[in-house]
């Protein structure tokens, strides 16, 4: 059974940066597409990045240049690094890892991003 556990979020003055982890087990991750989505409330869930098995990337238009996805297929972990983080960024990130046509999802991080 996959379970993805994502880690790292908390509390930010604007400007600020933090580094979100996910925590993948229970499927083949190194051919799993992997991506963190993010809901505010109120809002859709959005995509914010999209990491391939083969390493290519996708970025939200509002989070390219600040927000940097990445992948460790030897530990079956993902992450994103967040840099200069703007208080429209808080929400609940999620992992997600799509893999042999099915959606997975983690149980969500918060990140608040506030003076």
């Known amino acids: 059974q996959v379970q993805l556990v994502e880690s790292g979020g908390g509390l930010v003055q604007p400007g600020g940066s933090l580094r979100l982890s996910c925590a993948a087990s229970?499927?083949?991750?190194?051919?799993?597409?992997m991506a963190w989505y993010r809901q505010a409330p109120g809002t859709q869930r959005e995509l914010v990045a999209r990491?391939?098995?083969?390493?290519?990337?996708t970025y939200a238009d509002s989070v390219k240049g600040r927000f940097t996805i990445s992948r460790d297929n030897a530990n079956d972990t993902m992450y994103l690094q967040m840099n200069s983080l703007k208080t429209e960024g808080t929400a609940v990130y999620y992992c997600?890892?799509?893999?042999?046509?099915?959606?997975?999802w983690g149980q969500g991080t918060q990140v608040t991003v506030s003076s």
């Open positions: 997600n890892e799509f893999i042999r046509f099915y959606n997975y």
């Open positions: 229970g499927s083949a991750f190194g051919i799993a597409f």
């Open positions: 990491i391939t098995s083969g390493g290519g990337t």
